[in-house]
């Protein structure tokens, strides 16, 4: 599939939703899109709240090869291989947001962020967690796209987070309701109660329309 004027603008748009949400700043964090065998990536470098035309790879999915001139963020090989790996999934997002960095920060970290019915539904059961590896290192790509393979969120210990998801909006609404439910978790001064098994099943049924009755 071509790359066109419009899909340009519709990524430029979605980076600056990214930096209005403060879901990330400045030079950090990166987003991709998936375009048929092709894949947007914001450039090395970049700022993604203010994201420009000039500062978009166009990269091969398949190979990584960047084929219009502009260099990926350095952490375009995981983005790519999630993408490689899971077919469903075309957009991801990695940034670091102020109460989610916070909590991946933290010495004693949680296990459990099902503080809201919201979290398990959109972000999945389980929120994995990755141990710190130096950004756009391969083994921080490793790390990543092995939690990937089982989750739709994932937590980077001292760095931030990573999402995916079928469009640009499901990709931010994971990265909305993680960050709310860390939100929650730190006003409480990380004394909270969390969603029961039996709970999280219930919405499971009857919420994600599993059950319609």
Aim: hydrophobic share 40%.
């Amino acid at each position: 599939m071509e790359i066109t004027e419009k899909h340009i603008e519709q990524f430029l748009a979605a980076a600056h939703e990214v930096g209005d949400r403060r879901l990330t700043r400045c030079s950090s964090g990166n987003l991709s899109w998936r375009i048929g065998e092709l894949a947007l990536v914001s450039a090395t470098g970049s700022w993604v709240p203010e994201l420009r035309k000039e500062q978009v790879s166009v990269c091969r999915v398949a190979t990584g090869e960047w084929i219009n001139g502009v260099k990926p963020s350095m952490e375009s090989t995981f983005h790519l291989t999630i993408m490689r790996n899971r077919p469903e999934v075309n957009v991801v997002l990695h940034c670091q947001s102020i109460y989610a960095t916070t909590v991946a920060c933290m010495k004693n970290k949680p296990v459990d962020f099902n503080v809201t019915a919201e979290l398990p539904c959109h972000c999945g059961r389980e929120i994995a967690m990755v141990p710190y590896f130096r950004p756009g290192s391969p083994e921080l790509a490793k790390a990543v796209v092995e939690a990937m393979q089982h989750h739709n969120s994932v937590m980077l210990e001292k760095h931030g987070q990573v999402f995916v998801g079928k469009d640009f909006k499901e990709a931010i609404e994971k990265a909305e309701f993680l960050e709310m439910a860390c939100e929650i978790m730190v006003h409480s001064g990380m004394n909270y109660n969390t969603l029961t098994g039996a709970e999280i099943e219930d919405l499971d049924k009857y919420v994600l329309g599993k059950i319609t009755k």
